[in-house]
T-cell receptor, first 111, second 116 residues
Framework: QKEVEQNSGPLSVPEGAIASLNCTYS??????FFWYRQYSGKSPELIMF????GDKEDGRFTAQLNKASQYVSLLIRDSQPSDSATYLC???????????FGKGITLSVRP | EAQVTQNPRYLITVTGKKLTVTCSQN?????MSWYRQDPGLGLRQIYY???????DKGDVPEGYKVSRKEKRNFPLILESPSPNQTSLYFC???????????????FGSGTRLTVV
């Protein structure tokens, strides 16, 4: 069973802090990696995508990928209350041509 | 507006009464998929379709059927719903397989189904 694991959470950070969200995956053949944000009662929305080792930055978000250690992380700098949501890590392995999702971690940013 | 449209948004039904949840996308996407989301279990794939008339099982297909007669539509059918199918359902589509960073999956707004 190919798995994607995320910290159980929830995670609470003060406004302006850096939130660090981690994800590990079991299939070494995994090809691409996604982070989705899901507000309560809403559908997931794509916020970051990464497929090569290293860092990828987009505004306040940085995705980090380490294929040797099989983890991918998401850093949110200068966290805002509007960042409070559940963050889903998703991995594409090629099996069933699907994205396998982690269970998500809920982030709460305290004003 | 490019979107994935699911209907209905909310549905309460009784055990054994056949139902269909519709999904339609207007982006000419090749790939479509159904997921269910349950607390503590995350998003799990039910069925997917790579193209018209091509469908295949995901991780939790039992009790569900799908069809892909047209590129834009991918309905989810529950022939005899049971209470353990109470869940939040999402339809998703993607232009490419594998999904690229440009689109990933586009999700519908979700259907909250309650089977009593």
């Amino acid at each position: 069973q190919k798995e994607v694991e995320q910290n159980s959470g929830p995670l609470s950070v003060p406004e302006g802090a850096i939130a660090s969200l981690n994800c590990t995956y079991s299939d070494r053949g995994s090809q691409s990696f996604f982070w989705y944000r899901q507000y309560s009662g809403k559908s997931p929305e794509l916020i970051m995508f990464i497929y090569s080792n290293g860092d990828k930055e987009d505004g306040r978000f940085t995705a980090q990928l380490n294929k040797a250690s099989q983890y991918v992380s998401l850093l949110i700098r200068d966290s805002q209350p509007s960042d409070s949501a559940t963050y889903l890590c998703a991995v594409y392995t090629g099996a069933n041509s699907k994205l396998t999702f982690g269970k998500g971690i809920t982030l709460s940013v305290r004003p | 507006e490019a979107q994935v449209t699911q209907n209905p948004r909310y549905l309460i039904t009784v055990t054994g009464k056949k139902l269909t949840v519709t999904c339609s996308q207007n982006m000419n996407h090749e790939y479509m998929s159904w997921y269910r989301q349950d607390p503590g279990l995350g998003l799990r794939q039910i069925y997917y379709s790579m193209n018209v008339e091509v469908t295949d099982k995901g991780d939790v297909p039992e009790g569900y059927k799908v069809s892909r007669k047209e590129k834009r539509n991918f309905p989810l059918i529950l022939e005899s719903p049971s209470p353990n199918q109470t869940s939040l359902y999402f339809c998703a589509s993607s232009l490419f397989v594998p999904p690229t960073g440009e689109d990933g999956y586009t999700f519908g707004s979700g259907t909250r189904l309650t089977v009593v």
